[in-house]
């Protein structure tokens, strides 16, 4: 059940009415978990049972936590939770890629292994949940929370349908003090969580899926197409990914909304950063922050010195790609963007300590102060230019997954993927094919649809800083919500398309 | 006053600004926000009111673009002022693949070609139930294929086109309930009475074609669209694109450029409980029914599919040709159908080129022949005035 799909309207309907005719906190919380289970097994009923497996783990686990002071012992409970949630991502999400690897690695060095893959179904969401409990059964481990006694209420958290297979990953700090009181009927929030679901919807329907039609044939044979081409097409993808995740948090934080719950924001207009480090602060927030709370600092941060503090950055951005997808193209986004963070990190040690030797340093960004012979604003614009370009060519390797080949029942070698990204970026710069005298009209849609984009993240921005949102007048936003209701009810396609994060 | 934005940290802030109107309760009067709220309620309703009334009076020309494939063939085949003898029946394997003028020059008697695309055996039963209502042809020609009895079938072309009411609940009860078709089903049924709704793509292709100066590849989308949907449907019902010098190129030409990269269709899925195979079943029984006279051709896949599928396929074909024993309904197999061939013999992976599909015709035609199918009368004749059916 997509978010954007006939079926899911009929399902939130059902369970909106229901939920807020229900008398008790109780019976709403349970109602709600019932319509979560109900959502997921609208994939595959068979594998809920992981959900509640690790649901009633960590439950147990966070209880014998609290109740153990024993060191051993609740090193002991945390493994378990460990072993349990990242055994079964590693089963169901990297064995066969492994396996794999492992094929191919040996026939490359010409030994025929008879290595059989488990072809199991990945689990929709299975990386969001996994995530999900293990934070919190280390903030239990930590002191940071107490564990909830209520197996309802954690159930709840675990499994809340809007952000149950494409996150925000919610902290249970956040989310477990909403269930201990009834929500009051609110058409305020009602009214903004409408808007933010039109708002989700038309990322998704308007732009993403739009975007999608234009931009899958160039990345299955980008040999076939001109430098403009692939110039665009990568553009292109950068607003269909945005698009795509912020249009289903958006979504999911509105469904929230008008659940009476409240969810924290999982972007904030990304493509404007003017640094990596600022893009990580901008993109799929609550995943950043989980890689900083759980894996970074505990790897020591950078407490200890300039060269571990670039391992863990490496580390962590390899291991935030293999989270997205078991594929080495995702390893490489990450260590690109693992690259290129050092790199800004390295500029801005050196750069502080020419400051500290007395050069001025400028406070608005890590590539900024040895440029200052350039203009300020201009200097902005220089590194805004360079995060945006590093960011979109470390999308094509996201996109340049190994393809099915038509008939095949295993994907294509890594290395077929990964040659057609590194064909791809190197034809970003040496010219290929010759371009229509026409090409620019013939791409007026992609050109429109990204200008649309920019529109939005441009004003969205102008308001984060504090400028007034544009309000019309009644009898003029009556009609201006039912014109854009209509637009995307005209633009949405036959077939609703799922969600790129899906699949992670 | 200026009404106080709340430290947000339950939405993204930027957001929550975009949204005109999303202050909070304490900071805007109640009173003045419900005043508000009806006024937009009110005002969006009626906008929605006055553009479905204008979809309305534009609807002749919408309706312009829309091409029903089971309408457009029905209507042909009623309009005949002579009713075939012989309806060839089938997927887009038996629109490309069974051409009615090797039937009338073989067996000299009026042919129709009934191939409908993407139609399987749940849609082959209802169609037959209305191309017949009226008539029953001496004979008809089921061209089958290893993919029409696919086990994950999903019928949503008759959900979309052919299903009422009694056919939605039957097909649910028989093959349990599909969230698929169900949504296509009350989509095209419910949404049908907004006149927005149910001629969106319609209104889309006809924007397109008056935006040409901006968008001239999207505009000529829409007028192709619009002459496609305009063209009159053959007498013989017969529409190859061969015949038209559209898609001229061949599967054999399509390897030699682009290699393993050349579509290449799915590998059917193979259940001897398959809803699909059920329902040929009680399509056959339906023509036993009826005293309508069947057989059954296998229309071949090309070389390459053949071999991709061949852990699959030949057990398909042995249970469509089982099902046909013990129905007592001729079976032509695709030994005999084809014989040899080659990948240049076909479109693409699936459909015939015409020099097969004319040599694929003739043969079934010969084996109609040669089984006197044609010769013995049907124990229930023609319903309509026998002027009106042209004798073998």
Known sequence: ?504 | MTPEVPPIFNASPNVMHLIPNAEYPETVARASATRRRITIVVTAALTVVAVDLGVHRIDADLAAYYINRYERKLAALAALPQKPAIVLMGSSRAKYGLVPEEFQRVARCRAFNLGIPAAKTIEWRLLAERAFADYNPRLVVLGVNASDVRADYLPVPAAVDLFDWGDFLDYGRTDGWSSIVAEKFLVRRLGGAWAFFGRRYGLKLFMQERVAALFPKHAQVARERREMAAAPCPEDGFEHPWLFGRNLRNLGLALEDQGDRVWAAEVPPFSPDAGALRHFESLLTWFGDHDIRLIVAYLPNSPRTERRWRGAEPQMAAAIEDLCRRYDVPFVSARETAGERTNYDFLEELHAGLPLARRISERVARRIIDARLLDESPSIVARLPEDEIEAP
């Open chain 1, 1 to 504: 059940m997509i978010f954007s799909s006939w079926p899911f309207a009929v399902f939130l309907a059902v369970v909106f009415a229901t939920y807020w005719s229900l008398p008790t906190r109780r019976a709403r919380h349970a109602f709600l978990l019932v319509a979560s289970y109900g959502f997921y097994m609208s994939w595959n009923p068979a594998l809920v049972t992981l959900i509640f497996g690790s649901t009633l783990l960590d439950y147990f686990i966070a209880i014998g936590l609290d109740r153990n002071r024993r060191q051993p012992v609740r090193r002991a409970l945390l493994a378990a939770s460990l072993i349990g949630n990242l055994g079964i991502l590693a089963i169901f999400k990297y064995a066969d890629f492994f396996v794999l690897s492992l094929r191919e690695l040996l026939q490359s060095l010409g030994v025929q292994a008879n290595l059989s893959t488990l072809n199991v179904i990945l689990p929709v969401g299975i990386s969001f949940y996994t995530f999900q409990t293990l934070s919190y059964t280390i903030d239990v481990y930590r002191g940071r929370i107490a564990p909830t006694r209520s197996f309802l209420d954690f159930s709840l958290y675990v499994a809340f349908f809007p952000q149950l297979v494409a996150g925000p990953i919610v902290k249970a700090r956040d989310f477990l003090p909403q269930l201990s009181t009834i929500k009051r009927f609110d058409w305020a929030r009602i009214d903004s969580g409408a808007l933010l679901f039109l708002l989700g919807l038309t990322k998704k329907v308007l732009i993403a899926d739009q975007l999608a039609t234009l931009v899958d044939p160039v990345f299955a044979e980008p040999n076939r197409f001109t430098t403009p081409d692939l110039w665009l097409a990568m553009f292109c993808y950068g607003g269909q990914i945005y698009c795509d995740f912020s249009g289903y948090t958006d979504m999911a934080i509105a469904v929230a909304r008008v659940l009476g719950f409240d969810l924290r924001p999982n972007f904030a207009n990304p493509y404007l950063a003017t640094g990596l480090t600022d893009f990580w602060h901008r993109w799929h927030i609550s995943l950043s922050t989980w890689l900083r709370d759980y894996l970074y600092i505990p790897l020591g941060g950078s407490r200890f010195g300039p060269l571990i503090t670039y391992r863990n950055l490496m580390l962590v951005m390899l291991l935030g790609g293999l989270w997205h997808g078991a594929s080495w193209t995702f390893v490489i986004w990450g260590a690109i963007h693992g690259s290129a963070l050092i790199v800004s990190k390295a500029y801005a040690g050196w750069a502080s300590s020419s400051a500290s030797r007395g050069r001025e340093l400028s406070t608005s960004g890590v590539l900024q102060p040895k440029l200052e012979f350039l203009g300020s604003k201009f200097r902005l614009v220089a590194c805004w230019a360079c995060t945006l370009l590093v960011v979109h060519v470390a999308w094509v390797f996201f996109r340049c997954q190994p393809m099915t080949p038509p008939g095949a029942l295993e994907p294509e070698p890594t290395a077929a993927a990964l040659g057609r990204a590194v064909y791809f970026v190197t034809h970003l710069f040496v010219p290929a094919g010759v371009t229509d005298p026409v090409w620019l009209m013939n791409k007026l849609p992609m050109c429109l649809l990204l200008a649309l984009l920019a529109a939005l993240h441009v004003y969205e921005e102008w308001l984060r800083r504090g400028r007034r949102p544009l309000r019309l007048p009644a009898p003029l936003a009556g009609p201006a919500y039912a014109a854009w209701a209509l637009a995307l009810v005209l633009f949405s396609p036959e077939n609703t398309n799922p969600f790129i994060y899906f699949q992670f």
